[in-house]
Structure formats: structure tokens, C-alpha cells
């Protein structure tokens, strides 16, 4: 999964309990994303980092906040899980090499808010 | 939003046959393409990618062709093997904005042995 990993890989909680995600990455590369799979929907962007300390919406950010303090770590944090928010999600980092947009994602987070 | 086409759309072929994989991408703007392989329980897998200045790309055993005219997306994969099975998806690009991927349904690929 090109040097990424994430945590925990299943996580059952329940509604108003906060969540946080991690996705960690050894490529050093500057660009990380988060995205939920549901069915019907596909890959649908949460949010995304160009850098440390730099982050942006996505169309899906609503509940969602994320953090990155270091290049290799970037936070994906349920304020207050609701049932709506039960989903696979997906960390992806983008090398960023001139007119190439690849992504190359982590194995996923399966997480069930009850 | 409503969740619609709950079922995504599914191709079947016989091992060693060819399988053909179509997109129809929504921006004409879009200037660059992506395929992805995933397999249950697995994250995407890039296969392969494709510029809008380009109309064929080929890799191993898969071929991208893109019809700008008529916004289409197709993957070839030729001699398709049982490890083919998994689901398809295109995703496109708008002239960068943070690299961010658009991505399609899915088709889901089943190869019988």
C-alpha cells in the first residue's frame, strides 16, 4: 500500500463519541487526502493537506475536521460520530510530480458508529 | 445526498477474453485521467493514467483510450486473468486544484474461470 498505514483498521463507537483516524505515511510526499466509500456514492473527498499545517475542505467535510503537525501524520478527527458517518475511509498521498495527479491510497478504515 | 444505483454496474467474461471498462466523465475541462483497481476489502490500486493531450496509453495488458468529444474513458484489458476480478473505477482531474480526484461509481469486473 505505498507506505502508507492506518489506524486503527476497524473501530466500532457510538453516536456523539468522538473519533480519530490516522493515516501515516513513510514517502515524505507533500499532498495527503481523507475519503469515505459508501455505497452509491463512491470515493467522495473529506478533506485534503498540501502541507504541514496547510489543510482544505473537501465535499463531504461537514463533521469532519483534520490536523497535520508533521508531514508524515494527518489526523482525521469525528467531532461527534453520528450513524450517518458509518463508512470505509481512505487516506490517500500524492507524490506531486509535475502534471501528474496520482494518489496512492492506504488498506482503509472501517468504522460503525451504533 | 440520496444514495442512487446502490448496485454498481457489472461486467463478466470468460478468462483469457478481452474486457472492455467504460467511463463517461461529467467536465469537459477535466485534463487529466486515472484507473483504479480495487479489490474487496482493499484500497485502489492505480493502473494506469492518461493526459488530455493524448488519446491511447498503454501499459502491461491494459490499454486507456479517451474520446474528449464525446467525454468517454475506456480500459482494456487484454488475455483478463481470475486476479482481474475487482472493481473499476475512472476518476478525472480538473486542471489541478489541490490534485483533487473526481471519482465514478465503479464497475465491478468478474472473470469466470
Known amino acids: 500500500d505505498a507506505g502508507i498505514t492506518q489506524s486503527p483498521r476497524h473501530k466500532v463507537t457510538e453516536t456523539g463519541t468522538p473519533v480519530t483516524l490516522r493515516c501515516h505515511q513513510t514517502?515524505?510526499?507533500?499532498?495527503m487526502y481523507w475519503y469515505r466509500q459508501d455505497p452509491g456514492h463512491g470515493l467522495r473527498l473529506i478533506h485534503y493537506s498540501y502541507g504541514v499545517k496547510d489543510t482544505d475542505k473537501g465535499e463531504v467535510s461537514d463533521g469532519y475536521s483534520v490536523s497535520r503537525s508533521k508531514t508524515e501524520d494527518f489526523l482525521l478527527t469525528l467531532e461527534s460520530a453520528t450513524s450517518s458517518q458509518t463508512s470505509v475511509y481512505f487516506c490517500a498521498i500524492r507524490p506531486g510530480l509535475a502534471g501528474s495527479y496520482e494518489q496512492y491510497f492506504g488498506p482503509g478504515t472501517r468504522l460503525t458508529v451504533t | 445526498g440520496e444514495s442512487v444505483g446502490l448496485h454498481l454496474p457489472t461486467l463478466s467474461v470468460q478468462e483469457g477474453d478481452n474486457s472492455i471498462i467504460n467511463c463517461a466523465y461529467s467536465n469537459s475541462a477535466s485534463d487529466y485521467f486515472i484507473w483504479y483497481k480495487q479489490e474487496s476489502g482493499k484500497g485502489p490500486q492505480f493502473i494506469i493514467d492518461?493526459?488530455?493531450?493524448?488519446d491511447k496509453r498503454q501499459g502491461q495488458r491494459v490499454t486507456v483510450l479517451l474520446n474528449k468529444t464525446v467525454k468517454h474513458l475506456s480500459l482494456q484489458i487484454a488475455a483478463t486473468q481470475p486476479g482481474d476480478s475487482a472493481v473499476y473505477f475512472c476518476?478525472?482531474?480538473?486542471?489541478?486544484?489541490?490534485?483533487?480526484?473526481?471519482f465514478g461509481q465503479g464497475t465491478e469486473l468478474s472473470v469466470k474461470p
Open positions: 514517502e515524505n510526499h507533500r499532498y
Open positions: 476518476a478525472e482531474n480538473n486542471n489541478n486544484q489541490g490534485g483533487k480526484l473526481i
Open positions: 492518461i493526459r488530455s493531450n493524448m
